[in-house]
């Protein structure tokens, strides 16, 4: 087994390990039981947890983001709607616990380690942007991206209580009439 191959293996088990049970109640030899990578090798390409949880939050962000931007890139004549279509379709996954990277944060605190929050911070900016980009240029628009992004928050968070797609759809309706007000011009800009 090579670096690759063992770098794979590891990402795989934290992310199903991590997602599923959280952060703090695995430990690095659960992980290396579950990924039958070598305690050794472990440490050679993870030198510490805090860079195994960033390296699962990294990837997941980048599979993440990158599907839902694939998602959005397919709807262009309703980028918004096509953002709350991929959330109703991600919270009645099998296994769905929410949002890894508010878990993680969550568990953690904000005293928690640079290395693991600044992957939990990169996310949500981007995120943000990703919305921002889903929104036609023009005044408001980058306060039209924060509420929809508080949007996406609060059905994922209420998703993670009770998952299935109408978290999503409940915010899908309060996205579009926040975009017909904004669109009206009388929307708050507060």
């Given amino acids: 087994m090579d670096d690759e191959e063992a770098r794979t293996r590891l990402l795989d088990a934290a992310e199903a390990l991590f997602y599923a049970e959280g952060i703090q ?23 510490a947890k805090e860079a195994l949880v960033a ?11 990158g599907s ?3 998602a ?21 996954e099998p296994g769905f616990r929410g ?6 944060y969550g568990e953690l605190g904000a005293g928690g380690p ?13 995120l943000r942007a990703l919305l921002a980009d889903t929104l036609p240029p023009g005044p408001g628009r980058e306060e039209l991206a924060e509420q929809l992004l508080i949007l996406v928050e609060g059905a994922t ?8 797609p ?3 759809r409940r915010a899908a309706a309060t996205a579009a009439a926040l975009l017909r007000a904004a669109a009206a011009g009388t929307v708050s800009r507060r």
Avoid at 72 to 92: E, H, I, N, R, T
Avoid at 158 to 164: F, N, R
Wanted: with cysteine; net charge positive.
């Fill in 68 to 70: 839902l931007r694939e």
């Fill in 72 to 92: 959005v890139a397919a709807a262009p004549a309703d980028p918004v709607g096509a953002v709350f279509d991929w959330l109703a379709a991600w919270f009645s």
């Fill in 157 to 164: 968070a209420v998703a993670a209580l009770a998952p299935g």
């Fill in 55 to 65: 390296g699962y939050l990294e990837r997941r962000d980048r599979r993440w983001t």
């Fill in 25 to 47: 109640a695995v430990g690095m030899d659960r992980i290396r039981a579950e990924s039958g990578v070598p305690l050794k090798r472990l440490y050679k390409l993870f030198p």
């Fill in 114 to 126: 640079a290395a693991v929050l600044d992957p939990v911070r990169r996310h949500k900016a981007g």
């Fill in 166 to 168: 109408a978290p999503a």
């Fill in 99 to 104: 949002c890894a990277f508010l878990n993680a």
